[in-house]
């Protein structure tokens, strides 16, 4: 079976907006409200990433700008506590950086996404090279994939595999991401593997089963 599955090189976006371990604090509140996002990567060199900065990373400094923490506060908060004084992307940034490979595929960065509290990644190659950024929204573009694309890929991949030796017996509609299939596999162990297979392509929501069992053929005398 063809894998057509899109990878995180196939959603980035190549042109990415970074800083250097070395900008003051100003220089990253201004280049964050220029270019409209909430972080960006650190880089050292040529360009190896090294950390992220946030708004969040920046936030501290105006938190604690008239007062000081009290006591209880104090202990679980030293690391903000630390970038309220702090003046450079290299003082400030969350390091190491959470990031991922072009050739990730797209559930691996939900997954890394999901798990480390980010709102995008910054894509870096084997030595760890920025090569682009990818966000929430990127992610969601599989989605609007055209129904009848989906179809194909279903019949021509997944059912044409399965059924490589005859006409497959179940059919694929798909209306909005949903696909349903619907006929009478002969194995009914299949339907399982069938809806796994299904799920696992690019653009679909969820999948209907409407298959039944294939009816016993009685033997020719």
Known sequence: MNDNRRTVSDVMTQTVVAISRNAPYKEIVRTLAEWRVSAMPVLEGEGRVIGVVSEADLLPKEEFMDRDPSRPELSPRLDELAKADAGTAEELMSTPAVTVHADASLAEAARVMARR??????????????????????????YLREDEDIAREIRDDVLAHLFRDRRPPVEARVREGVVTLSGSPADPSLAAVLARLVRAVDGVVNVELRLAEAPDVAPQP
Do not use: Q
Not at 117 to 142: E, Q
């Open 117 to 142: 509290g980010v709102k995008r990644l910054p894509v870096v190659d084997a030595h760890g090279m920025l090569t682009g950024i990818v966000s929430r929204g990127d992610l969601l573009k599989v």
